[in-house]
């Protein structure tokens, strides 16, 4: 049971490319987020789902797209990256009835 | 969207209490409370929720006020391992909706 994993964990962008982040749990939760945290700074929600096919913004969406396809599997998008996008990314899950948001290792993004 | 304040910092000895506060003031009727720590760079560990009573766990006891504007976080008897920032979040309209405010970064100290 792996639970929350993330992909990469480290990654260095140049202005302008594009990457996305992957994220997948093995829980079956039907909640899955990714967040952002700025060095110094509390966690700022992005995106949200809460089913397969159902997506919604947070706090901080612009720049990002995210899809969900699969109960599985919440990929995180980056278009055009830019240096206000560097940070690490946390995606999380959560069968939200048990209030517990189980959280991957993070991904640390740097745009140069 | 949620909006909850608590204080930016905490002291606490090592072996007493630590009570960490949040104001939750625009929490709606049916939505939890939950609070989360995050140690370093790691992600965040949940510690507990709760809706209108009290609750107790392993980790901690939350305690919830009776209007459900407020709630206190008590670490019965922190250890330097506690040391952290902790996090209250209370939804506000959208129960799936979970946002992290600033936090209480806590200092437990010998």
């Known amino acids: 049971n792996a639970g929350v994993t993330q992909t990469p964990k480290f990654r260095i962008l140049k202005i302008g490319q594009s990457m996305t982040l992957q994220c997948t749990q093995d829980?079956?939760?039907?909640?899955m987020y990714w967040y952002r945290q700025d060095p110094g700074m509390g966690l700022k929600l992005i995106y949200y789902?809460?089913?397969?096919?159902?997506?919604d913004k947070g706090e901080v969406p612009n720049g990002y797209n995210v899809s969900r396809s699969t109960t599985e599997d919440f990929p995180l998008r980056l278009e055009l990256a830019a240096p206000s996008q560097t940070s690490v990314y946390f995606c999380?899950?959560?069968?939200?009835?048990?209030?517990?948001?189980?959280f991957g290792e993070g991904s640390r993004l740097t745009v140069l | 969207d949620a909006k909850t304040t608590q204080p930016p910092s905490m002291d606490c000895a090592e072996g007493r209490a630590a009570n960490l506060p949040c104001n939750h003031s625009t929490i709606s009727g049916n939505e939890y409370v939950y609070w989360y720590r995050q140690i370093h760079s790691q992600g965040p560990q949940y510690i507990i929720h709760g809706l209108k009573n009290n609750e107790t766990n392993e980790m901690a006891s939350l305690i919830i006020t009776e209007d459900r504007k407020s709630s206190t976080l008590i670490l019965p008897h922190a250890t330097l391992r506690d040391t952290a920032v902790y996090y209250c979040?209370?939804?506000?309209?959208?129960?799936?909706?979970?946002?992290f405010g600033t936090g209480t970064r806590l200092q437990v100290t010998l």
């Open positions: 789902s809460v089913g397969a096919g159902i997506t």
């Open positions: 979040i209370a939804p506000t309209g959208t129960a799936s909706k979970l946002t």
């Open positions: 829980m079956n939760h039907n909640y």
């Open positions: 999380a899950s959560s069968q939200l009835s048990t209030g517990e948001l189980f």
